[in-house]
């Protein structure tokens, strides 16, 4: 299924996200500012992009494995999640995991953005559950 997602540039150093090839899930997402990011902290980086989901979508802000990799930095409410009724300016909580600080320049590929449907599902109480094979296993239930 396609969408229409339309974004808004609030800021002159602001890019529209894109997919660095063809059939990527996410899009990238750029900063518009400089910071430095001390080891042990995080900062909150601007992209100066606004969106419009669609009905039914959100945005996820995940981590870009080349800056996890080589810097040890990684967005930390990963996935950050964009409801489609926020109209506000997307920023991205980026943490410093490593033991040298990290600048942050602008126009740099800060993150990545996936575009998602969202189950529209309504809860139910109840008093008992169907059993499943796998039932009440969880932490490390299926070995190391």
Same mark, same amino acid.
Not at 3 to 24: C, F, H, I, Q, S
Not at 43 to 67: C, D, N, W, Y
Not at 95 to 120: C, T, W, Y
């Given at each position: 299924?396609?969408?229409? #997602?339309?974004?808004?540039?609030?800021?002159?150093e602001?890019?529209?996200?894109?997919?660095?090839n063809?059939?990527?899930?996410?899009?990238?997402?750029?900063?518009? /500012?400089?910071?430095?990011?001390?080891?042990?902290?995080?900062?909150?980086?601007r992209?100066?992009?606004?969106?419009?989901?669609?009905?039914?979508?959100?945005?996820? #802000?995940?981590?870009?494995s080349?800056?996890?990799?080589?810097?040890?930095?990684?967005?930390?409410?990963?996935?950050?999640?964009?409801?489609?009724?926020?109209?506000? /300016?997307?920023?991205v909580i980026?943490?410093?995991?490593?033991?040298e600080?990290?600048?942050?320049?602008?126009?740099?590929?800060?993150a990545?953005? #996936?575009?998602?449907p969202v189950a529209?599902?309504?809860l139910?109480k109840? /008093?008992?559950?169907? /059993?499943?094979?796998?039932?009440?296993?969880?932490f490390?239930?299926?070995?190391?």
């Amino acid at each position: 299924m396609t969408y229409t #997602v339309k974004v808004m540039l609030v800021d002159k150093e602001a890019k529209l996200p894109y997919r660095a090839n063809e059939g990527d899930a996410g899009m990238d997402l750029f900063s518009i /500012e400089e910071k430095t990011i001390k080891p042990g902290k995080t900062e909150l980086i601007r992209t100066g992009i606004k969106l419009e989901l669609p009905h039914g979508t959100e945005a996820q #802000v995940r981590p870009r494995s080349g800056l996890a990799l080589k810097h040890s930095i990684t967005v930390l409410n990963s996935p950050g999640t964009i409801d489609e009724g926020y109209r506000g /300016e997307i920023k991205v909580i980026l943490i410093n995991h490593g033991l040298e600080d990290f600048s942050v320049n602008k126009q740099m590929r800060i993150a990545q953005m #996936v575009i998602a449907p969202v189950a529209q599902v309504s809860l139910v109480k109840t /008093e008992g559950l169907t /059993e499943s094979a796998r039932d009440i296993g969880g932490f490390g239930s299926s070995g190391s």
